[in-house]
T-cell receptor, first 114, second 114 residues
Framework: GAVVSQHPSRVICKSGTSVKIECRSLDFQATTMFWYRQFPKQSLMLMATSNEGSKATYEQGVEKDKFLINHASLTLSTLTVTSAHPEDSSFYIC??????????FGPGTRLLVL | AQSVTQPDIHITVSEGASLELRCNYSYGATPYLFWYVQSPGQGLQLLLKYFSGDTLVQGIKGFEAEFKRSQSSFNLRKPSVHWSDAAEYFCAVAPGGGGFKTIFGAGTRLFVKA
């Protein structure tokens, strides 16, 4: 299957700082990527749909000014958590599928905000 | 609205015993259906998927799932569980076609006892 990578795999930051998470499709082009958040012992919740060359679409309740998404190329989407706070600590997972019928998920990025 | 229900938060089975994890979905049409497995702190691994055709789907690691339209169910089964199968299992749905967002169930944690 196709491969999606995320970087970094884990990050610890101070409250108030911004953190950027990269999601790359390594062997396919992804016109659309998705960002999910997973709190401990909970399911994945869709945060936003990242569209190459256009603005992201955010799910209800997700602050677009706090979670900045950029999809500048067909193989890279970035999620920037601005002014991170402890409640933003979570496991962030991206996925991409391009024109395929299956989404391929990245390994996730664990964010800890102190 | 689309939804996925996994009625069992956690299940404990003995090693070598059979396993069935339940999944029910609510959707306007027949969606694409998936089962994923997630080990602690890890990303998602696709076990199997159903798009159309034979309603009994074979996946990796000896897993299979059966799509029952009349019951809106897509239960996951394995005839003999191994200790390494202990993990979190997520049922998911997506609209037909490529590149669309996936909706996840709450997950079922599988414990395997010796």
């Amino acid at each position: 299957g196709a491969v999606v990578s995320q970087h970094p795999s884990r990050v610890i930051c101070k409250s108030g700082t911004s953190v950027k998470i990269e999601c790359r499709s390594l062997d396919f082009q992804a016109t659309t990527m998705f960002w999910y958040r997973q709190f401990p012992k909970q399911s994945l919740m869709l945060m936003a749909t990242s569209n190459e060359g256009s603005k992201a679409t955010y799910e209800q309740g997700v602050e677009k000014d706090k979670f900045l998404i950029n999809h500048a190329s067909l193989t890279l989407s970035t999620l920037t958590v601005t002014s991170a706070h402890p409640e933003d600590s979570s496991f962030y997972i991206c996925s991409g599928g391009g024109d395929s019928e299956t989404q391929y998920f990245g390994p996730g990025t664990r964010l800890l905000v102190l | 609205a689309q939804s996925v229900t996994q009625p069992d938060i956690h299940i404990t089975v003995s090693e070598g015993a059979s396993l069935e994890l339940r999944c029910n979905y609510s959707y306007g049409a027949t969606p694409y259906l998936f089962w994923y497995v997630q080990s602690p702190g890890q990303g998602l691994q696709l076990l199997l998927k159903y798009f159309s055709g034979d309603t009994l789907v074979q996946g990796i690691k000896g897993f299979e799932a059966e799509f029952k339209r009349s019951q809106s169910s897509f239960n996951l089964r394995k005839p003999s569980v191994h200790w390494s199968d202990a993990a979190e299992y997520f049922c998911a749905v997506a609209p037909g076609g490529g590149g669309f967002k996936t909706i996840f169930g709450a997950g079922t944690r599988l414990f395997v006892k010796a």
